[in-house]
């Protein structure tokens, strides 16, 4: 049986040297921490030609690109609280979108309040943490957003929520009367969702994240005037549902040529709860009529339509960052400025024949991360090196010249950063708490997921809920990456493959156990 490693809330982080005196920090290099919610690498700087992405392109151009980035749960709030915190999901206790890490941790130190003791401004816009999640202990300002944004009416909405066409609107506003009707606690007051997708002629500021990006930039220009650093962490919503964007972006695409998932099934004998249900498609009143992959099948059409959209918010999203960058530039902040691209987690196109996230396979768990030390370090370089989101932190530290924090779960990412050839780690970990309403056999599950240079290898226990740790072990997954690298074939249970599923799991139990409670 598993159990929870603790740890004191007074004591995760130890400096290897340094002081907390700002007076000579003035000089230290500004940072900007760019999150993109539910982006995969589906980026041309990642070999993918039929999407269009140029202003990330460049920045890959002139950064580090990891390949082989993971983050330590395929949704948002969890993925998140362990990337700024520094901490794995089970030390956290952090699994869910509920799960508040300040409530259930109130003395952790986040990146950016740990980069505010050593004399950084930090401000937070857009979706940081979670939607309207602001951590005022993190941040000198934090939730400045677009004045239209700001009002009674719309401060607890969550951007995904937010549509530009009138009809849709009113559309909108007539389903939220029903399912308040029905439930008064209605996720998100009853706002989220409306349509799927939504194209409409308006300029790129029209929308949420146009808006946050001018704001962004009127707030550099303040920044700049300061004497001390900034760490600016602005948070994009789009490519998240519904696929919201202007025209523009659409037209980019024709929707008959865009590729189809190769792989529109279940793996072969993968277990009950692998596979999430793709319920946040029901989100959106046009998509009610979804159900678990394991029974139901989106159209051909619906699955275009949906495609469509995520290239098309991409696009946008990516002309989002050209703007930021270029603004940057304009304002003479471009050489002193360590810019950081990340992705929260995955999501899957029709792969396995299901959409969304919320699972171990690497369409979730893989994300796009890039980082840019202007002068300091080569552009254009590529770490194929396994690396996880838990190691942003100390490796932003390094960066930016601070002590160096002992961060529990991640280690600094420098050293393949300066030299993507040398050896990095063995294995990344990732997990996915499985919740009775949406696992076929209505169980509740923990799946501990490791990734090594050549294979993914889960293991799934029951999970009680109120004493927080796993019970039996239900079932395990083997994916040979080498020979089967979209994870179509289960192995663990194949004769030829036991020695190899028995050095795996004396892998992740014996010599790296730590993933699991630190």
Not at 85 to 92: A, F, K, Q, V, W
Not at 132 to 158: C, G, N, Q
Not at 222 to 245: I, N, W
Not at 401 to 416: A, N, R, T, Y
Request: proline share 7%.
């Amino acid at each position: 049986m598993l159990t929870l490693l603790t740890f004191s809330a007074l004591g995760f982080y130890q400096c290897t040297g340094g002081d907390n005196s700002i007076s000579d920090h003035a000089d230290r290099p500004n940072v900007i921490f760019i999150a993109i919610d539910d982006l995969r690498p589906e980026l041309g700087c990642y070999g993918v030609d039929e999407i269009r992405t140029p202003y990330i392109d460049q920045l890959a151009s002139e950064g580090v690109l990891f390949a082989r980035h993971f983050c330590q749960v395929a949704v948002c709030a969890p993925s998140r609280a362990s990337m700024w915190t520094g901490i794995r999901p089970d030390s956290l206790r952090v699994w869910h979108l509920g799960d508040r890490f300040r409530d259930l941790h109130p003395d952790v130190v986040t990146m950016p309040q740990y980069f505010n003791r050593y004399g950084y401004h930090t401000v937070s816009m857009g979706k940081i943490f979670h939607n309207h999640m602001p951590d005022s202990v993190s941040f000198d300002e934090p939730d400045l957003r677009p004045a239209a944004y700001k009002t009674a009416e719309m401060i607890d909405r969550d951007p995904e929520s937010f549509y530009y066409d009138g009809a849709i609107r009113e559309e909108l506003a007539g389903v939220r009367e029903e399912r308040l009707r029905r439930n008064p606690r209605a996720y998100a007051g009853g706002w989220a969702y409306g349509r799927s997708t939504e194209c409409s002629e308006a300029p790129d500021t029209a929308f949420y994240d146009g808006a946050q990006t001018e704001l962004a930039l009127e707030t550099l220009k303040r920044l700049k005037s300061e004497d001390q650093p900034f760490f600016l962490a602005l948070g994009y919503f789009r490519p998240h549902l519904p696929f919201v964007a202007p025209k523009r972006y659409w037209d980019l695409y024709e929707r008959e040529g865009l590729s189809r998932a190769p792989n529109p099934f279940l793996p072969e004998d993968s277990p009950v709860m692998a596979m999430n249900s793709a319920y946040e498609l029901t989100g959106c009143y046009d998509l009610e009529y979804v159900r678990h992959p394991s029974v139901f099948q989106l159209s051909e059409d619906t699955a275009r339509l949906l495609k469509h959209g995520y290239y098309a918010c991409v696009s946008y999203v990516d002309a989002c960052v050209g703007r930021l960058l270029a603004g940057l530039e304009e304002l003479g902040l471009h050489e002193n400025t360590i810019v950081v691209m990340w992705g929260d987690h995955g999501w899957k196109l029709g792969e396995h024949g299901s959409w969304c996230k919320q699972t171990n396979y690497l369409n979730d768990t893989r994300v796009p991360l890039i980082i840019r030390v202007p002068g300091a370090m080569e552009g254009g370089k590529v770490c194929m090196q396994l690396t996880e989101s838990v190691d942003i932190y100390p490796t932003l530290c390094e960066l930016a010249g601070l002590p160096l924090p002992q961060v529990l779960g991640g280690e600094s990412m420098v050293p393949v950063m300066e030299d993507p050839s040398i050896p990095g780690k063995q294995a990344a970990f990732t997990q996915f708490h499985r919740r009775p309403r949406v696992s076929p056999d209505g169980g509740r599950y923990m799946g501990y997921s490791m990734i090594t240079e050549r294979y993914h290898y889960v293991e799934w226990f029951t999970w009680d809920h109120q004493e927080k740790k796993a019970g039996a072990l239900e079932a395990v997954e083997l994916y040979d990456l080498g020979s089967d690298p979209a994870e179509n074939r289960n192995l663990a249970n194949k004769p030829d493959y036991e020695n190899i599923r028995m050095d795996l799991a004396r892998k992740m139990n014996e010599e790296w156990p730590g993933f699991k409670g630190s």
